[in-house]
């Protein structure tokens, strides 16, 4: 059985297009349940699901999407 997990990375949101293929990149990975934006200080993307490959996501965001993505956190999610 396998845990929950919630990961963050941050990524620059610069326009409605951007916030599209992120998204689309986003739900396209195995395992992903959810994936909602978050705006405080910066701009992050919060993906929750099972079995997620978060530095593949991140690596594919960084080469589809903007060459500035971070992976701020990967946590198991009760």
Known sequence: MTMKQ???IEVPLHCERCKKKIMTIC????GVTSVTFQREEKEKVVIIGEGIDA???A????KK???????VSVANDT
Do not use: F, P, S
Not at 27 to 30: L, N, R, Y
Not at 65 to 71: D, E, H, I, M, S
């Open 27 to 30: 739900t396209m990975a195995d």
């Open 65 to 71: 999407v903007n060459k500035y993505a971070r992976l």
């Open 6 to 8: 919630k990961i963050v």
């Open 59 to 62: 690596a594919c965001l960084r």
């Open 55 to 57: 530095a593949g996501v």
